[in-house]
T-cell receptor, first 113, second 114 residues
Framework: DTEVTQTPKHLVMGMTNKKSLKCEQHMGHRAMYWYKQKAKKPPELMFVYSYEKLSINESVPSRFSPECPNSSLLNLHLHALQPEDSALYLC????????????FGPGTRLLVL | GENVEQHPSTLSVQEGDSAVIKCTYSDSASNYFPWYKQELGKRPQLIIDIRSNVGEKKDQRIAVTLNKTAKHFSLHITETQPEDSAVYFCAASLGGGGADGLTFGKGTHLIIQP
């Protein structure tokens, strides 16, 4: 399996809802990433997990809470989001050493009402 | 932190001609430079990458050059085809001791005119 999968594909939530985004890979990668991409903009790094431990948090608001329950899974828990958080949320994975190719999932398109 | 500048923002070329996209980066410690292609509504897909110990890399119609002194790298696509139309992103990462996030340029919308 050479793909990163993400669920759901689309998500609409209100500002008081709690929801979770899921990402899965079976390539044996030990690094996983969350990126946020607004329309007509580049992906922006949010979090990096290496060997299931959070190694980079790009000063992301606490209403976004990442979790890496095992080496194949990455979650992003969402709570009390704002309309400006509407975006495409991309997960990626790679080997956990330097200069490794990152493989992206198809993303979850999130709309916050 | 790292800052990656990418030019042009839009590039229109005739089918069969070459396309060149240029990027500069700010952090001299960056040592990994991938290029991604993103079609509308799709995920970014790696098309080629280069590491700091290499000056040039080629894969069929696609080539990337790196000038570490100038902190500059470029993507060259020859014999362009309609399916090359997409947004192209350059990126850079430090990758010092382990996994590192990518800092992307703002993207180039490549349009191939038939």
């Amino acid at each position: 399996d050479t793909e990163v999968t993400q669920t759901p594909k689309h998500l609409v939530m209100g500002m008081t809802n709690k929801k979770s985004l899921k990402c899965e890979q079976h390539m044996g990668h030990r690094a996983m990433y969350w990126y946020k991409q607004k329309a007509k903009k580049p992906p922006e790094l949010m979090f990096v997990y290496s060997y299931e431990k959070l190694s980079i948090n790009e000063s992301v608001p606490s209403r976004f809470s990442p979790e890496c329950p095992n080496s194949s899974l990455l979650n992003l828990h969402l709570h009390a989001l704002q309309p400006e958080d509407s975006a495409l949320y991309l997960c990626a994975s790679s080997q956990a050493t330097a200069q490794e190719t990152q493989y992206f999932g198809p993303g979850t398109r999130l709309l916050v009402l | 932190g790292e800052n990656v500048e990418q030019h042009p923002s839009t590039l229109s070329v005739q089918e069969g001609d070459s396309a060149v996209i240029k990027c500069t980066y700010s952090d001299s410690a960056s040592n990994y430079f991938p290029w991604y292609k993103q079609e509308l509504g799709k995920r970014p897909q790696l098309i080629i990458d280069i590491r700091s110990n290499v000056g040039e890399k080629k894969d069929q119609r696609i080539a990337v050059t790196l000038n570490k002194t100038a902190k500059h790298f470029s993507l060259h696509i020859t014999e362009t085809q309609p399916e090359d139309s997409a947004v192209y992103f350059c990126a850079a990462s430090l990758g010092g001791g382990g996994a590192d996030g990518l800092t992307f340029g703002k993207g180039t919308h490549l349009i191939i005119q038939p």
